[in-house]
C-alpha cells in the first residue's frame, strides 16, 4: 500500500434526483413525506461557533430562529425524528427537545445537525438534514446493500434525511488513540483498514480522507474489535481518477497505511482483498434484485463529466483488460461493470470448485 497527494474536484456539482431514481425510493419507503424541507432550515436569525472540548473551531455554527419560526421548526423536527426512527407517532412528541440545529460551513453538502433528547432520561441522538443530491443517495444506498452496516435515511423533494453514524472520527482517532492501541489491536485495525479500502475500490466511493471516516470500537469478550466505516458519500463515481477511490492514496491516511505495510506481508494483504471482494460478492446475490433497480437508475442518471468518465473507464480498463470498461458510456455503467466483474470472479472460482 502507498499515498499519494490526491487532488479532489474542488467542488463537485450537486446532481438532481430523477424521476427513475424518485421511483425506486418510493418503491422502497425511502421517499417520504416530510414537514419541513433543508430551505425552512437556512432562515436562522443568527448563529454562534461551536468549539470541541479543547476550544477549537469545529467548523460547525449553532443558529438561532426568531420565537415564532422557533417552535413551528422545533414541531418539525421532532415529526422527523419520529418518521426516521419510529412509526411517526406524535404521542412522543412531549418528551422531545430539539436542543440543537448546528449548520456546517465546511464541504459540499452545508448539512444541518439536529440533536434530540428524551428529557426523561437525557438520552440524546443526532440526525442530519442535507440537500438532496443524486450522488450522495446512490452512495448511501450501495453502503446500505454492499457493506456490514444498514443505513437510515428519508428523501422528500430536495431534502435528504440522514441518521447519524456513530464513531470516532478517522482523523481523531489516528492523532490520539492508534498510538495507546496495544500491538494485537493496531494489527486488526490493518486488516479491517485493507478492507475497507477495497470495499470502497469495488463500489467507487470517493474521497475517503480520514475525517471521512470513523473507527467504531466495540468490546467483545476480553478484546476490543475495531470495524471502519464511511461517514460521507458525496463522492459516489464522480471523480475521474481511479486512486481517489483508493482510501491508501490519501496522505491523511499515511499512518494506517504505514501500519498496514508494518503489520502484513504482500501474501496477508492479499488475503484480507479476496475475503471482502467475496463478501461484497455475496452481499451482490441476497440484494439482486434491488441492485438491478438501483444501477438501472444509474445507467439513466448524468453523475459525472464526459471527461471524468473516459479517465475512469480507462484507467480501469488497464486494470482489469475487461472490455466493459472501455465501452462504458456514463459512470452508472462503470459501476455496473465494476459489481459484475467482483460477482462473475467470485461465481467462477466457486462454480472451480465444485
Not at 97 to 124: E, H, Q, W
Request: charged residues 30%; hydrophobic residues 35%.
Amino acid at each position: 500500500m502507498s499515498t499519494q497527494d490526491l487532488k479532489i474536484s474542488k467542488k463537485k456539482p450537486s446532481f438532481p434526483v430523477s424521476q427513475l431514481l424518485n421511483t425506486y425510493l418510493s418503491d422502497y419507503k425511502r421517499n417520504v413525506r416530510l414537514p419541513i424541507l433543508y430551505e425552512d432550515l437556512l432562515r436562522f436569525q443568527g448563529s454562534v461557533v461551536v468549539y470541541d472540548r479543547n476550544d477549537e473551531d469545529t467548523l460547525w455554527i449553532r443558529v438561532y430562529y426568531n420565537e415564532f419560526d422557533r417552535q413551528e421548526i422545533d414541531l418539525s423536527l421532532k415529526k422527523v425524528y419520529t418518521i426516521l426512527h419510529s412509526d411517526g407517532n406524535e404521542k412522543t412528541f412531549p418528551f422531545l427537545s430539539v436542543d440543537a440545529v448546528d449548520y456546517c460551513t465546511f464541504g459540499n453538502s452545508n448539512p444541518f445537525r439536529i440533536k434530540v433528547r428524551n428529557i426523561l432520561n437525557d438520552n440524546f441522538t443526532y440526525f442530519y438534514v442535507k440537500k438532496a443530491d443524486a450522488s450522495r443517495i446512490y452512495g448511501i444506498e450501495l453502503e446500505h446493500m454492499l457493506s456490514p452496516y444498514n443505513l437510515n435515511f428519508l428523501v422528500y423533494k430536495d431534502t435528504l434525511i440522514e441518521e447519524h453514524i456513530a464513531g470516532i472520527p478517522g482523523d481523531e482517532f489516528i492523532k490520539n488513540m492508534l498510538p495507546k492501541c496495544t500491538e494485537p489491536e493496531k494489527s486488526q485495525i490493518a486488516k479491517e483498514f485493507v478492507k475497507f479500502n477495497e470495499r470502497c475500490m469495488i463500489r467507487l466511493l470517493g474521497d475517503m480522507r480520514s475525517y471521512n471516516y470513523v473507527i467504531v470500537p466495540t468490546h467483545d469478550f476480553d478484546h476490543v474489535v475495531y470495524k471502519v466505516r464511511a461517514i460521507d458519500f458525496d463522492q459516489q463515481c464522480y471523480e475521474g481518477k481511479f486512486n481517489i477511490y483508493r482510501p491508501q492514496f490519501f496522505k491523511e491516511n499515511n499512518q494506517m497505511v504505514e501500519l498496514v505495510k508494518r503489520k502484513f506481508q504482500k501474501e496477508s494483504i492479499d488475503q484480507y482483498k479476496i475475503e471482502e471482494r467475496s463478501i461484497v460478492a455475496k452481499r451482490l446475490i441476497s440484494y439482486q434484485n434491488r441492485i438491478n433497480e438501483l444501477v438501472n437508475c444509474m445507467v439513466n442518471d448524468t453523475l459525472s463529466t464526459p471527461e471524468n468518465v473516459t479517465q475512469l473507464k480507462m484507467t480501469i480498463f488497464d486494470y482489469t483488460q475487461d472490455l466493459n470498461f472501455k465501452r462504458s458510456k456514463n459512470m452508472g455503467e462503470i459501476v455496473k461493470f465494476a459489481l459484475e466483474f467482483v460477482q462473475r470472479n467470485y461465481e467462477t472460482v466457486n462454480t472451480d470448485r465444485l
